[in-house]
């Protein structure tokens, strides 16, 4: 018998979207061998036990930020044994696990990994030490009697060439194999959740192929996309270099699901190519997966497992050219089978759109597939043509489940982004480009002008240039008659101590006209296009760009946090931190994973009360409050208790048009870097469209229904240029969507408004302005929108990656540093982070300091007297045209890829990080980026430094918290289910979801909102 590689579960912990790190380390273990089943962000530990018991784990490696570790691991080493598995439990969390919480975890068996050890190991090193232990869990478990195995040991053992005497118990087997890329584990997903609703007496088992790597090791990737595994058995398999995608000793597996009661098992194989059918001789039934883009009709030909196909699935098909691929791999059947007096239309081909929920061709794919069944003696059920599948569909809401019954693939239902519009970042870069080009041609015909005009007045006979003097542009003439206008007026002054003069605004003395020309369309004075200085002519006064962050305990500890902010400020601008278990949706638990994390990292918020308790004591319909809430997958329902708070404590529901405030609510940016997704992508892009079109209809105009994120795509590991890329690009993909409703562009634009970190890196010294301009000379040139919606207003907060928990006090250095870029860009409103972040939630002392860097600079930094004191600067310029041009090439790449939303069905956004945040880890960890007091000019005495008070939830705030949850559950016991009922129907009738849940909120907690919306709008896919 040979050797076999370790088996290893991969995660985030429950409620952690944070998977940069983790998603680090099981690339470096499968690079060193091992096997890795990763389940990706936001596991329980139920879920992790699951896996690892299923799929017979040595160990599992889960990264936890968002606090609750202690009971988090405690919880997951207690199921783990209860379930009889020996797998050993590896952690890490960068420096907020703490010394004392390390070694509390090291007496239960877990061994957690510190920066330090990361640092003196490095990650290859942590890898060989992971898999050396996990070496000894698999040799004590080939220790075991093979006799009496469970489903699980029994699987390894024949994976592994032993032979077993099986009964002979072989269940039917439906073999899912198709291309690359295609979608089949989507698919699977999908049809399994059909079975547990349609046929839910079916014990099966599913058995997911992939590949092994030259060099050993296999990313076992299948399940990470199953959101149905309820009731069902999964195992992930690696081929090992077996010929044909499939593992030694499949049929003897196929065998032991069946001794071990399962009535059909599901065999999903690799991607394949075109000449590999083998499947074929292990399954009762094919299902062939494809997308429309399979090259030339010739090329159907030559895809061998098409002969063998009982049923094939154009998937995607919702992309150009899907309803002429099904006619063409129609026709092939024919030709493959000899069937030629056959009409195309009766081939066993449906067009599929696995990504949507309740998608009509996926349950007419499903209907089909029930009969096949059984034929082949699976006591499936009946087929329903009328059926539809909550939960999981793409059908348009007011739309039936099935279509038109004669139509034999999936009906293609309206697009996120309008088919034909797939290219529109290409078109906006095409914009950028040509207004610049035009400028180059400006000043070109400026200067011709002026030198012909300087010649003429040295002559005598100026009449001999007749035939080349012409007046100028009309475009330069207007720019410079708007410049001498304004000339006149010198504008507000600063005086400086030593009794010098300061303009409030520099601009260029005297310049060249051509280079006044070319400084009029790409700077600018603020407040003028386009906008690169600044969107606002001179900084607001009696209002600082503060907005500090706020959120840790319940409510009643928040507000008091909140308070202790705002005290001797001249404006009230708050920004919410709501703990992962209200970021994730759901309610306060005493389950031990969900309950260590309640109240810690951000204050926790489950009802309507909550929310009135947060903010008792300020004027939310006071021009100078704002609010900013920082969440993204259940932020309707957020924004909703919000808006009923302020509607309450005014006593008028007219208050929403004088509220101001921000909610995040950037579904995209969760996608690509955050992972705080819920709902199915179409679904949360539908009701972040509801809530903007409420809005117009209600007059909201001081309150930005998004916040569209770049800096949790930073936090996630993209460097600068990347982050300014996908955040605008995201930016763009929502004022598609948004034309595509029916809207305005000046009726929403205004509502939108932009998120960015600052680093370190020089590129964040021109964030800002090229974020302005392109933003500008788009929304003008492309879209034709006027000038309020041309505006791009940002905030900006310091980075949290360049916290780190070594020498923590330097934290400040680098935060001062960053918000001083900030301030030099004009940023509309700024967060400083406190120097202990790095570990804990910070404490007021530490906040005190946070704020003060903000105010030294505002109050005492000479050159912040000048609202634009870098404007001018060579190197300034030379950054922002670099910039721009890697954001447009950026752009480009994207359209390529069929847009944002294209680029996401590939993970190209997710592989653009990972990559990013990988270099970034590499180069820290090997010293070649140079962090001072972490990498280099290292503390002697940093073993003797004071251990640091971290902030948690208390016991008390728990208790509390589920208190007045059962509480306003008990008032509302009554009301509740018929809310929720009419909040569902709106839902799938095509309704406006957020003006259902203005008020829904009144009577249900948030909990019960996400899970009667994961019924209708259908549970996130996680990719890799």
């Not at 004669?406 to 290409?426: D, H, K, V």
């Amino acid at each position: 018998m040979r050797s076999s590689p370790v088996r290893i579960v991969t995660a985030a912990a429950l409620f952690d979207g944070h998977d940069a790190a983790i998603t680090v380390i099981r690339r470096v273990l499968q690079s060193r061998g091992a096997e890795v089943i990763h389940l990706g962000h936001d596991r329980s530990v139920e879920e992790v036990v699951t896996a690892a018991v299923d799929e017979d784990a040595d160990g599992v490696a889960v990264s936890s930020y968002q606090g609750g570790h202690l009971e988090y691991f405690g919880y997951l080493v207690d199921r783990l044994a209860e379930r009889g598995s020996p797998a050993k439990v590896f952690g890490g969390g960068g420096g907020v696990i703490v010394a004392d919480e390390i070694a509390a975890l090291a007496s239960r068996g877990v061994m957690i990994y510190s920066p330090a050890e990361g640092q003196r190991l490095g990650l290859t090193g942590m890898a060989d030490e992971v898999i050396a232990a996990c070496r000894g869990v698999q040799r004590s478990k080939l220790d075991a009697e093979p006799a009496g195995a469970s489903l699980p040991r029994t699987i390894t053992l024949l994976a592994q060439g032993r032979r077993l005497d099986l009964p002979d118990a072989r269940p039917p087997v439906l073999g899912i194999t198709g291309t690359g890329g295609s979608g089949k584990s989507s698919l699977t997903d999908e049809l399994l959740l059909r079975f547990r609703r349609r046929a839910p007496h079916l014990r099966i088992a599913v058995l997911a192929i992939d590949p092994t790597a030259r060099r050993g090791g296999a990313l076992l990737g299948d399940r990470i996309r199953m959101n149905a595994l309820g009731g069902v058995y999964f195992r992930s398999l690696a081929t090992r270099g077996a010929p044909g995608g499939v593992p030694v000793g499949l049929d003897e597996m196929i065998a032991a699901c069946g001794a071990a009661g399962h009535d059909l098992v599901i065999v999903e194989t690799p991607g394949m190519g075109q000449g590999d059918a083998a499947i074929a001789d292990h399954a009762d039934l094919v299902l062939y997966v494809m997308t429309p883009e399979y090259g030339a009709a010739t090329q159907l030909e030559k895809i061998a497992a098409l002969e063998v196909a009982d049923l094939v699935a154009i998937n995607k098909f919702d992309r150009r050219g899907a309803e002429d691929a099904l006619r063409d791999v129609a026709r092939q059947l024919i030709r493959a089978r000899g069937a030629f007096g056959q009409r195309w239309q009766d081939q066993p081909v449906l067009g599929t759109v696995a990504s949507r929920v309740n998608d009509d061709g996926v349950n007419r794919l499903f209907d089909r597939l029930l009969g096949l069944l059984a034929d082949a003696g699976v006591p499936a059920g009946q087929p329903d043509e009328a059926s539809t599948t909550p939960g999981s569909s793409t059908t348009t809401p007011g739309e039936t489940g099935t279509g038109a019954p004669a139509a034999p693939a999936g009906s293609p239902t309206q697009s996120i982004i309008p088919r034909g519009r797939e290219r529109y970042l290409a078109e906006v870069a095409d914009a950028v480009r040509d207004y610049h080009a035009q400028t180059t041609d400006l000043v070109e015909q400026v200067r011709r002008h002026d030198h012909l005009e300087a010649v003429a007045a040295l002559l005598d006979d100026p009449g001999v240039l007749a035939g080349h003097r012409a007046p100028l542009p009309r475009a330069a003439a207007d720019l410079l008659d708007a410049w001498r206008a304004a000339g006149a007026d010198p504008g507000p002054i600063a005086e400086t101590l030593s009794g010098l003069s300061l303009p409030k605004v520099a601009v260029p003395s005297d310049p060249e006209t051509g280079a006044l020309v070319r400084y009029l369309r790409e700077e600018n004075r603020p407040g003028a296009f386009p906008f690169t200085a600044g969107v606002f002519p001179l900084k607001r006064s009696g209002e600082r760009p503060t907005r500090m962050f706020a959120g840790e305990g319940d409510p009643a500890r928040t507000n008091r946090r909140f308070h202790l902010l705002a005290k001797d400020q001249p404006s009230t601008r708050l920004s919410t931190a709501f703990d992962s278990v209200t970021l994730y949706g759901r309610d306060p638990d005493r389950r031990p994973d969900i309950y260590g994390k309640v109240g810690t990292s951000g204050v926790s918020i489950a009802t309507l009360d909550d929310m009135k308790d947060t903010f008792a004591g300020f004027d939310l319909a006071d021009p100078k409050t704002s609010v900013s809430m920082t969440i993204n997958g259940p932020a309707p329902t957020i924004l909703a208790m919000f808006f009923n708070a302020a509607i309450d404590a005014a006593g008028d529901p007219e208050v929403v048009r004088r509220v101001r405030g921000t909610v995040q609510a950037d579904i995209l940016k969760e996608d690509q870097g955050q992972n705080t997704c819920l709902f199915s992508t179409d679904f949360s892009l539908r009701a972040m469209a509801d809530v903007q079109e409420w809005f117009i209809e209600h007059g909201v105009k001081g309150f930005y229904s998004v916040s569209i994120s770049g800096y949790h795509i930073a936090e996630a590991g993209a460097n600068p240029i990347t982050q300014l890329a996908l955040t605008l690009a995201n930016g763009f993909t929502y004022v598609e969507a948004y034309l595509a409703r029916g809207m305005a562009i000046d009726d929403f634009a205004p509502n939108l408004s932009f998120f960015f970190s600052n680093g370190m890196d020089a590129e964040y010294s021109v964030i800002g302005r090229v974020a302005r301009r392109i933003w500008a000379v788009a929304l003008r040139e492309r879209y034709g929108a006027g000038e309020r919606a041309q505006k791009l207003k940002y905030h900006i907060q310091t980075s949290g990656r360049s916290l780190h928990a070594a020498e923590m006090e330097f934290n400040d250095i680098r935060t001062t540093l960053q918000a001083l870029c900030a301030f030099y860009d004009s940023a509309n409103s700024l967060h400083t982070n406190a120097y202990d972040e790095a570990v804990t939630t910070p404490s007021p002392a530490s906040v005190r300091r946070a704020l003060a860097i903000q105010l030294i600079i505002d109050a005492e930094w000479g050159l912040a007297a000048v609202d634009n004191p870098l404007q001018g600067s060579y190197l300034i310029e030379q950054l922002t045209a670099l910039v721009e041009e890697a954001v447009l090439a950026e752009f480009d790449r994207l359209a390529d890829r069929g847009g944002v939303l294209g680029a996401m069905e590939t993970g190209y956004q997710r592989g653009l990080i990972q990559d990013e945040s990988m270099l970034y880890e590499s180069r820290k960890h090997d010293g070649s980026m140079p962090i001072i007091g972490v990498n280099t000019f290292l503390n002697p005495d940093a073993e003797a430094s004071a251990p640091t008070v971290l902030a948690r939830g208390t016991t008390e705030e728990k208790e509390s918290q589920l208190a007045r949850l059962a509480d306003f559950h008990a008032r509302h016991a009554a009301e509740a289910p018929k809310a929720l009922e009419r909040l569902k129907r709106v839902a799938l009738s095509g309704g406006n979801v957020f003006d259902e849940l203005m008020r829904t909120v009144r009577v249900a907690s948030l909990g019960q909102i996400s899970e009667a919306f994961f019924e209708v709008g259908g549970r996130y896919r996680r990719t890799m």
